[in-house]
């Protein structure tokens, strides 16, 4: 009789402890689903426009959405800067951190992409837009160009340009406030797969 009394004992203890290592299970398997892997939402802040050296690659932006070239300031990107290209066509020019595809880069390039691309197709144009108001060169009003139209964009933009491309375009002037006599708009395009600036040039239609 003792013995038939303590077996539904042992038979309820023995439940209650299954029961309890389903219900810890069921509950580590939610909270694993749930729960964040350690590190996996921060975000990375990198400094904004930098070259691969740390320097400045571009003039502050305005918040606008208008490029703004000074007519003084530094020799962009350097001479240090593109000393590196004439080695690596995948050396960095300028890093550029943007609100819709995060962190982008300009890199020496190809003539079908990048610097090597820009300077090899536009140099000419940019010398148009600066003309004899400033004593930059043509790649200091490209750059700051860049910088401002990716990091402040106006209001819609970038655009699908497509082939997993996108466009970015703004107005241009001046630190005196007058504009391009010809071109006075830039507009860049990226590689949305690749985040890489394929090319920067200044053109007369305000838009994509």
């Keep these: 009789m003792p013995q038939q009394r303590r077996r539904p004992v042992v038979t309820a203890v023995a439940a209650l402890i299954a029961a309890g290592l389903v219900a810890g299970f069921a509950l580590t398997a939610q909270r694993s689903g749930e729960d964040p892997v350690i590190g996996a939402g921060a975000a990375t802040v990198t400094p904004s426009a930098t070259a691969a050296d740390g320097a400045p690659a571009a003039e502050g932006a305005p918040r606008d959405g208008t490029v703004t070239i000074t007519r003084t300031g530094p020799d962009l990107p350097g001479a240090d800067v593109l ?66 139209v990716l990091e402040s964009p106006p209001s819609g933009y970038p655009q699908d340009a497509g082939d997993g491309k996108v466009c970015y375009a703004a107005p241009v002037r001046f630190d005196d406030g007058s504009r391009p006599a010809a071109e006075p708009n830039v507009r860049v395009i990226v590689s949305a797969t690749t985040d890489r600036v394929i090319t920067a040039f200044p053109t007369d239609d305000g838009g994509c």
């Design 83 to 148: 000393d590196r290209c004439d080695t690596d066509s995948r050396a960095t020019v300028a890093r550029y951190d943007t609100a819709a595809l995060g962190q982008v880069v300009l890199q020496c390039g190809t003539s079908g992409q990048g610097y090597e691309h820009i300077r090899v197709r536009h140099t000419a144009d940019w010398r148009d837009v600066l003309g004899s108001r400033s004593d930059r060169d043509w790649d200091d009003a490209m750059l700051t160009a860049v910088q401002s």
